[in-house]
């Protein structure tokens, strides 16, 4: 993340008119409050997931109070968490950075009888914590498969490509970059692809990476980035090197930085996540869960990433991510 952001931004949903909906209390009480403790207030793919909560809670009568730390930190999570829970919030919505580093905190929210939905990481991600409801996020093997898919159309199943990772140790990053290589051995024999690289998260990287690889790599066809950092690094490195387009680049997310890059030419496919629709599920599970509807709540929800391209990218709405605040 880049920049100086507030520490904690907190947005208030007052209760909508007109039809009674499931959030409003029929006594005539105050309505739920509902936490959103977010990743940060900078990365678009937070602030999406944010706007589609707000959208929903606002259409259910909810208090929505909106909570982010600094930088996407489980360390900075925790305190936020404990607030919430003396605060006595009847739900939490949670973008984790750990579940298993933030067991402690989801046990008291627990035992304070607040049910929790979890955006953005996978139960298996959570270590199959049991004080979660549910686990809203996109497959990362699914990520990957659609990159390996869409770089094998455009160049013509056969050639060169490279994978550029974020992050070494973590395990989403990892599994979007090993599904890519695993569906190309499968699928594309005639694809050969270089030992993958990792930039730790940094564009600068991501773009001094890329260009050591075209400068070794001559005949090098595509290069598939794994998160939007990544791909924004690499697309400044292809179209400083004036390559645009003859290099294809796929990659993950589809934040401002990466359409903009589209549009000029130098992105030719993005894999967007649905950070939108999983905040306004999670508010709607929030809801479930108080009003007594657990019934409803799935306890793992992976929706589908969505391709998009050139052609369909003005009729993407809310599948492009958003720097939004209320």
């Known amino acids: 993340?880049?920049?100086v952001i507030l520490s904690i931004t907190t947005a208030t949903v007052l209760s909508a008119c007109g039809t009674t909906t499931a959030a409003q209390n029929s006594s005539g009480h105050k309505p739920y409050t509902i936490a959103f403790i977010n990743g940060d207030n900078i990365d678009p793919y937070f602030l999406t997931a944010w706007h589609g909560a707000y959208v929903e809670a606002k259409k259910l009568g909810v208090k929505l109070i909106e909570n982010a730390p600094a930088s996407f930190d489980y360390e900075q999570q925790a305190p936020i968490i404990e607030d919430m829970i003396a605060r006595h919030v009847n739900a939490i919505i949670l973008s984790a950075d750990s579940g298993t580093a933030l067991q402690p905190e989801l046990l008291q929210a627990h035992k304070a009888g607040i049910p929790v939905i979890i955006v953005n990481q996978t139960q298996a991600d959570m270590n199959n914590t049991p004080y979660a409801l549910s686990f809203i996020s996109?497959?990362?093997t699914e990520l990957s498969r659609y990159g390996a898919q869409a770089m094998h159309s455009l160049i013509g199943g056969s050639g060169t490509t490279a994978?550029?990772?974020?992050?070494?140790?973590?395990t989403s990053d990892i599994h979007r970059g090993t599904g890519y290589y695993a569906w190309m051995k499968s699928h594309a024999p005639g694809i050969k692809v270089l030992p993958m690289q990792f930039d730790q998260d940094s564009r600068s990287k991501a773009d001094a990476i890329a260009t050591d690889l075209m400068k070794a790599n001559p005949q090098l066809k595509g290069i598939f980035a794994v998160d939007s950092f990544t791909g924004q690094?690499?697309?400044v490195a292809i179209k400083a090197a004036g390559k645009a387009g003859q290099i294809k680049l796929v990659a993950i997310d589809a934040e401002p930085q990466e359409v903009t890059l589209m549009k000029q030419g130098i992105i030719q496919e993005l894999i967007a996540q649905q950070p939108y629709h999983m905040g306004a599920l999670a508010m709607q599970?929030?809801?479930?869960a108080i009003t007594g509807h657990k019934s409803l709540i799935q306890r793992n929800v992976a929706p589908p990433p969505i391709i998009v391209t050139p052609k369909n990218l003005s009729h993407m709405g809310n599948v492009v991510y958003q720097a939004w605040h209320p």
């Open 285 to 288: 599970y929030a809801v479930d």
């Open 163 to 170: 994978v550029i990772n974020s992050t070494a140790g973590l």
């Open 1 to 3: 993340m880049v920049g």
């Open 233 to 235: 690094g690499v697309g």
């Open 138 to 140: 996109t497959s990362n």
